[in-house]
C-alpha cells in the first residue's frame, strides 16, 4: 500500500483509492484530466496522485451520476455550485427523461411481442402459403398503425 501524509492525515495511492470508492483508476485519471475530481495531492516529483479517505463519498456520489448517465458537462457545472436544490433539479430532469425512455422501451417491446405473435401464426397456419401471405399482411398493416401513431407524436 502506498500512502502519504499530509496535514489531514494519511493519503491513499490511486490503486487503493479506486478500491475503496469502487470507481476504476483509469475513470479517476479522466476526471482528473476534466477537473471534475481530482486528488488531494499530487506529488511534485513523481506526478502520483493521492487521496483522502473524505474523497471516498465524493467521487461515489460521481459515480452514481455517472451511471444515471447524466453528462459529464452538467457534473462540471455542478461541481462547483452543488446544493440540495441544484442536485434535486438534475435528479429530476434525469427521473423525466427515464420515464420517457421507459415508455419508449416498452412500446418496442409491445412492438416485438405483436410481430412475434403475427409470424408464429403465419407458421403456425396448415397452408404455408396462405399462412405467408396473413403473417405479411399482418406486418405491413402493423408496421403502417406505428407509422401512423409516430406522426402523431
Request: aromatic share 6%.
Given at each position: 500500500?502506498?500512502?502519504?501524509?499530509?496535514?489531514?492525515?494519511?493519503?491513499?495511492?490511486i490503486?487503493?483509492?479506486?478500491?475503496?470508492?469502487?470507481?476504476?483508476?483509469?475513470?479517476?485519471?479522466?476526471?482528473?484530466s476534466?477537473?471534475?475530481?481530482?486528488?488531494?495531492v499530487?506529488?511534485?516529483?513523481?506526478?502520483y496522485?493521492?487521496?483522502?479517505?473524505?474523497q471516498?463519498?465524493?467521487?461515489?456520489?460521481?459515480?452514481?451520476?455517472?451511471?444515471?448517465?447524466?453528462?459529464l458537462?452538467?457534473?462540471?457545472?455542478?461541481?462547483?455550485?452543488?446544493?440540495?436544490?441544484?442536485?434535486?433539479?438534475?435528479?429530476?430532469?434525469?427521473?423525466?427523461?427515464l420515464?420517457?425512455?421507459?415508455?419508449?422501451l416498452s412500446?418496442?417491446?409491445?412492438?416485438?411481442?405483436?410481430l412475434?405473435?403475427?409470424?408464429?401464426?403465419?407458421?403456425?397456419?396448415?397452408?404455408?402459403?396462405?399462412g405467408?401471405?396473413?403473417?405479411?399482411?399482418?406486418?405491413?398493416?402493423?408496421?403502417?398503425?406505428?407509422?401512423?401513431?409516430?406522426?402523431?407524436?
Amino acid at each position: 500500500m502506498k500512502t502519504k501524509k499530509n496535514a489531514s492525515g494519511a493519503l491513499m495511492s490511486i490503486k487503493d483509492f479506486s478500491q475503496a470508492s469502487g470507481v476504476e483508476q483509469s475513470t479517476l485519471r479522466y476526471w482528473d484530466s476534466l477537473g471534475l475530481f481530482s486528488p488531494a495531492v499530487r506529488d511534485e516529483h513523481s506526478r502520483y496522485r493521492y487521496y483522502s479517505s473524505q474523497q471516498v463519498a465524493s467521487a461515489s456520489f460521481i459515480k452514481v451520476l455517472s451511471n444515471l448517465k447524466i453528462p459529464l458537462k452538467v457534473m462540471l457545472e455542478l461541481k462547483d455550485k452543488r446544493t440540495p436544490e441544484s442536485v434535486l433539479q438534475i435528479l429530476e430532469h434525469r427521473q423525466v427523461t427515464l420515464c420517457a425512455e421507459l415508455n419508449q422501451l416498452s412500446e418496442a417491446i409491445a412492438t416485438t411481442h405483436t410481430l412475434c405473435d403475427n409470424i408464429r401464426r403465419g407458421i403456425a397456419a396448415p397452408d404455408p402459403g396462405t399462412g405467408a401471405a396473413e403473417t405479411m399482411e399482418a406486418i405491413k398493416a402493423f408496421a403502417e398503425a406505428e407509422r401512423h401513431k409516430a406522426l402523431r407524436a
